[in-house]
């Protein structure tokens, strides 16, 4: 896959999941003119082991984190679902959700995790948004009937091109992009996230995935790389 998309949406069930994900693609595309939105499914409020911290506070701290990293790799949209973290559930009302934002923003490409990992476990957050996304993608933000509301609200069904899963088994990935370029801003975005790495030095924190990076790029060619299983739809 060459081409670069004029609009695309990640699907991220917490905050940093799409810094870490494909936060090399989201910058490089978005340095190329394709407009990105995020959409934040859930509120990130359990991920801390902070005596001291609540869940409210937690919540706005990682949105805030969010918001950030996203404008450092070039990304002005967050579409803030707010479920609460770990609560995840393959529901009508998720998956409305996720396509009323696929009808309203109308990417060509959506990013979202591979529920279908085998060999490696998935946070169950990851699993529900894979399944539910790839659902919302088709055929519930295509067929008009489905969510016949959303008509009712200015929203028109919408085609989505393609639909790339991050997390894919290894033998799975079939689609590889260059990050050479967008790596250090990749690492810059991983690092607005500062609750989730406080206590590590900034080379902890960030050099495993500098290095996961070149290990994709080693196997397409490229000094750093990310990886994506890829799954086309009938237009």
Not at 112 to 123: E, G, I, L, N
Request: proline share 5%.
């Amino acid at each position: 896959m060459q081409e670069i998309p004029s609009r695309a949406l990640v699907v991220i069930p917490h905050p940093d999941d799409g810094e870490i994900a494909c936060g090399g693609t989201i910058a490089k595309w978005a340095q190329n003119g394709t407009e990105i939105a995020y959409v934040l499914c859930t509120n990130g409020n359990k991920g801390t082991d902070d005596p001291s911290m609540t869940t409210a506070d937690l919540e706005d701290i990682r949105y805030k984190e969010q918001v950030l990293a996203a404008k450092t790799l070039g990304v002005e949209t967050v579409f803030q679902l707010g479920h609460p973290d770990g609560e995840l559930e393959d529901s009508r009302e998720f998956r409305g959700q996720l396509v009323r934002v696929i009808r309203s923003f109308r990417p060509e490409v959506v990013f979202a995790p591979d529920p279908y990992r085998r060999t490696f476990y998935f946070h169950r957050d990851h699993r529900i948004a894979g399944i539910v996304a790839q659902d919302a993608v088709f055929p519930y933000a295509r067929d008009r009937l489905h969510f016949a509301e959303h008509e009712q609200e200015g929203f028109e069904p919408h085609k989505v091109k393609t639909l790339l899963f991050w997390g894919a088994e290894e033998v799975d990935a079939d689609t590889y992009f260059d990050i050479t370029e967008s790596i250090d801003l990749k690492i810059q975005a991983l690092i607005c996230h500062s609750s989730q790495i406080s206590g590590l030095s900034e080379s902890d924190s960030t050099d495993w995935l500098r290095n996961w990076n070149r290990e994709i790029g080693l196997k397409c060619g490229f000094k750093y790389a990310e990886e994506f299983r890829k799954v086309t739809f009938p237009i």
